[in-house]
Structures are given as structure tokens and as C-alpha cells.
């Protein structure tokens, strides 16, 4: 079966990519006669010019031209071999070999957002093989010169101003069949349309991204003795742009793009679909006069992607007005101070040069406007009060207690109430011997033992309630200010055991002689809420092996806290158990039964905030 390749990319020169275009070309099984022969009109080539000077070849930019600035512009494409013939045996048919055209368009901005274009593109040159060898295989020559479909459309930018790093427009425009109905690739016989979506992304220092997506809706034609069809399209572009040269007149950029389209009912399918690149560049002179040359291949065998393209533009777009610098005002200076009246606040006053505010116009006699004249201030420029004569307080030690006022200034005051407004450090407030920064009363006396608090007495028993086992119960003092005998005794630091604690021989197992002891303990710990943190020690003797002995010392401690815990519900969170083993012995080099007994034993202390 014959197959026609719509357009090539036979690099004649690399690559052998004639062979590849017609493998991939067997979806289209008719000749190209039969198409023309049913009057399937289309437009062979596949370059349309931006609408605007301003715009990147075929690449609309979201941009206006300015409120009533207009542009013209001249695009000429020249595309090699945009349609051959390439049947399964047999020589190929370049049905078009060389196309020549070009295209002239007008462009108007209006309110710096709309933009109105209008185009005319014309066939200069459509040339193949001869017409006896076309005919001699059953094809029709190509139309030769003629006009192709003119074009009207608009544009209006949605969001982003020259400045903005990103820009969308949308862009319509569409087609008429001026080309007449006896042609058959120079465009269509009917009204097409083409909506586009248009986006900028600007990279700094002129560089820019430009995307355009769209779509071409026509009537939809298919010929009955062809596979040919031309059907709404989808259309894309993404091109890159930057400028490589500038000078106070001219501008030159660079342009590389890639763009294409494909037939929705086929999307991407080789015959329907067209793809081509092209890198050039345009020069911009400040007379509005715009050049540009580009040049690039086909990327797709689709229909009118030719081997490679060339393109040449001259344009113009008128350049934005100047603004006219309105005449400039007689300057009227009332008071003669070298300021003139529409800038000086004080128009009948001069103002008085003395580097404080000399813009103004105005005088300034107190310029720290502290409220002591400039000629009564020690310090003019800085405000300070009148009994400073005008300069600032100072306060060396920064404690906020000026130095004028302040007794010591060089010891900074410490700040907790007491006596604060004399600048001097009040280390102990109470005089009770214990520095504030220790004393949980720092304004009221008390001894160490009771953290600088005086001592109390609630049950008024005649015991001090730091050293009182019953704090809320009277009791003798032979009996620790309890009612009944006891087994323990407050002291400062610690918890006095009177009697000792029994374990079963190198076991953890308290024996039951003791449980009155610990109960003991449990009750006057619990009437002693304020000692937060109690330690419980293990001490053994030294016979045995020491790891063994830290060890036994340890598990004993927590079987004590154990027992308070949970036999006198003595809080867990209060307790620290602590083994030293034979290391804290209270007889140095025991030799006795009476010595090592004295050495095993259990010791609870109280853990002060410091030691904490």
C-alpha cells in the first residue's frame, strides 16, 4: 500500500531519518490526490508569527503594546520539503519541496491591557517535483503563490505588570477563507478559531519562560477515498528568551523555542501531529524598528513540519510617549532662609542653621526638646531633665536608679522590695546572717536550719516545729514534742534512728522487730511535708567482697523506701535510695562484732535545695 508522509524530517545530512518518517508514516493509506480531489483544504505551513514586535517568533508573550501604541511587522518563512510522498516501493514524491511565504500584520494596544492584531499571510512560492511526474503517480501539484486565510483576533492580559515576576493572558484569534476555494494547501475554506492561553515567567536580568496552549476548532473534514483528515487540534509552545546584548540604543535577544500541534481525535499520532524548534535572535533599536532570524528543524513527520525552516521579521511599534516636564514653578522664599515657601513650615520664620533639622524651615530653639532652651542645655541635643541641666541621667551600674540618686553607684541594687529606691544591694534583708538569694524569708529573720524563716510552734508545746515529731499534737520534749515515746528524732539534716533497722543476715528482708521503727519514721515524715527530698542510705560493714556489699546496701535502702511507701504511704516522689556499701563507715578499721554492727545501718537525711 502507498502511504504520504505529511511533512519530513529527513536530516539528509545525519542520521538516515528518511527511512524512520516512512515506517512511521503507514496510518495515512490514500494518495494526496484523493484528498485534493474532495476539496480537503488545509494549511500546509505551520508557522504563525507572533501577533506583536514584542512577541518571541511564533510565541505569543502575555504583554500589551501601551494605551494606542501600534505595531506592523513582516515575517518571511522559508520551509524545505514540508510534504513528500514516501510509497512503500518506489521513488518518494515531493509533493512540496520548497514553500516560500509571508505574512504582514497590524497590532493596537488599548487601556495598557488589550491588545487588537489583524494578519494577512501570503504563498510566494509552493513548489514539488514536476507536474508529469506528480500526475504520473496519480498526485496533484502543489497551488503555487496566492493569498492563505487572513487573520483577526485580540488578547487581554489577566494578571501581571512588566515588573511582576509572572504574567497570563488570553489570547483569541481567528481565521477567514480569503485563500479561495480552487486552492487546496494554502488554508482553509472555512472560519477557524484558535483560543490560547498565554504565561510568562520571568527569571531576572530579561531572561523570561514563555508557555502558549491552545486549540484550533474547525470544521472537521475527512475525505471518503483518504485516511486525510483535519480536525480540531490541540496547539503548545514553550520557548526560552534572554538578552546577550545591550547598549543605550540597541538590544539583541536570544530566542530558542519548541512548538507543535496534534489532532485531539488522535492525539500525538505521527501523521497528525507536528513539531518543530527553532533558535534565532532579535534586535530591538530605540527608534521602535524590531529585526529578527531564526532557523530550525522539524522534530515530527506531521503534517507541514518540514526538514528545516528559516525565518526572517522587520517590524516596527511605535515607541511610548515621553513624558513633558511641566515648566518648572518660580521659587518664593518669604523669610530668606534659603528654603522656599512650599517646603518651609515656617514660612515668616528663618530657620536657624545649626545642623538640627535645617529642613524644615523652622526654628528650633530647644532641639532635644527636653524643655530646656538650647542656650540654657549643657547637653543642646540630647533631652535630659532640668535638674541635669538639660543632659541625660546616667546609670552606671544599671540598676534604674539614676546616679544622681543613687548611694551606690557602682553596685548595682537588688531588687526584691526592700529599700529599692536608695541604688544600694541588699544582700540580707532580715540582718539574720542568711543572703536573700538563700532565704525563703528574706524579709523576716529566722535561723539556717529553718532556710532564714523564724521558727514556729503550732501546737504550742514548747518544740520548734522543725525539730517536732508532731507538729500538730503537744507532746513532751523527752519525747520529740509527742505525746508517747519515740523511736527517731529531727535534727537539722536528717532523721535520727534511735534503734536500728533489722535485716535477715546478707539479705534485703527487713525483720519485723523493725516495723515499728519504720512506721515511726513514716509518721513523722508525713507531718514534715515541707522536706521535699529525703535520701535513704544503706551502709554494711567492710567483711566480704566491696561490689557485693554497694550491692546488698542499695537493694536494703529500697526495701526501707518500699516500706514507707507502701506500709506508711509516705509519697514515692520524695525518696532516693542510696547503697555506699563500706564506704561511710562511722568506725574507721573495725574489729569487733560491737564495730561492724555500728558500721551496718540505715541512714535517712533530709536533701536541702542547694544540695538538691
Partial sequence: METISLARMNWRWSFGWRALVASASIALATTISSAVAAQDAATLTRYRPGPTPDDDFHLSRPADLGHLRFGAQLHVDYANDPLVWLPDAGPQSRIVAHQLSASVGFALGLADRLVFFAGLPVVALMRGDSEEALLARGLGPPDGAGLANAQLGGRVRLYGEASDVFALALQATATFPTAGRSQRLRGEDFLTLRPEVLAELRLGRGARVVLNLGAIVRRNVESPETDLRFSDELTFGVGVAMPVWTTAAVRVDAHA???????????????????????????????????????????????????????????????????????????????????????????????????????????????????????????????????????????????????????????????????????????????????????????????????????????????????????????????????????????????????????????????????????????????????????????????????????LSQRRAEAVVRFLVERGDVAAGRFEARGFGPDRPLVERARSRADHARNRRVEIHFVRDAEE
Fill in 257 to 551: 523555542q519548541i512548538y507543535g500541534n496534534t489532532a485531539f481525535d488522535d492525539a500525538f499520532g505521527r501523521a497528525q501531529s507536528a513539531l518543530e524548534a527553532t533558535v534565532g535572535a532579535k534586535l530591538f533599536h530605540e527608534t521602535g524598528i524590531v529585526v529578527g532570524l531564526a532557523a530550525g528543524p522539524g522534530l515530527a513527520p506531521g503534517f507541514g513540519s518540514p526538514d528545516v525552516r528559516v525565518i526572517a521579521s522587520v517590524a516596527y511599534a511605535r515607541r511610548p510617549r515621553a513624558p513633558v516636564e511641566p515648566a518648572p514653578r518660580p521659587v518664593v522664599d518669604t523669610d530668606g532662609d534659603g528654603i522656599a515657601d512650599d517646603r518651609d513650615r515656617c514660612v515668616t520664620q528663618p530657620e536657624d542653621v545649626d545642623g538640627f533639622e535645617d529642613e524644615d524651615g523652622c526654628p528650633d530653639l530647644d532641639h532635644d526638646r527636653d524643655g530646656v532652651d538650647d542656650d540654657l542645655d549643657r547637653c543642646p541635643t540630647e533631652p535630659g531633665p532640668a535638674a541635669n541641666e538639660g543632659c541625660p541621667d546616667t546609670d552606671a551600674d544599671g540598676d534604674g536608679v539614676v546616679d544622681r540618686l543613687d548611694r551606690c553607684p557602682s553596685e548595682p541594687e537588688d531588687r526584691d522590695g526592700f529599700e529599692d529606691a536608695d541604688g544600694c544591694p541588699d544582700p540580707d534583708n532580715d540582718g539574720d546572717g542568711l543572703l536573700d538569694a538563700d532565704d525563703a524569708c528574706p524579709n523576716e529573720s529566722g535561723p539556717a536550719a529553718n532556710r532564714g524563716c523564724p521558727d514556729t510552734d503550732r501546737d504550742g508545746d514548747g518544740v520548734v516545729d522543725r525539730l517536732d515529731n508532731c507538729p500538730d499534737v503537744p507532746g513532751a520534749a523527752e519525747n520529740q514534742g509527742c505525746p508517747t515515746e519515740q523511736l527517731v528524732r529531727m535534727a537539722e539534716d536528717r532523721l535520727e534512728i534511735l534503734d536500728a533497722v533489722y535485716f535477715a543476715t546478707n539479705r534485703d528482708v527487713i525483720q519485723s522487730r523493725s516495723f515499728p521503727l519504720l512506721e515511726n519514721v513514716a509518721r513523722v515524715l508525713n507531718a514534715h511535708p515541707e522536706i521535699r527530698r529525703i535520701r535513704v542510705e544503706g551502709h554494711t560493714d567492710s567483711r566480704g567482697r566491696r561490689d557485693a556489699n554497694v550491692a
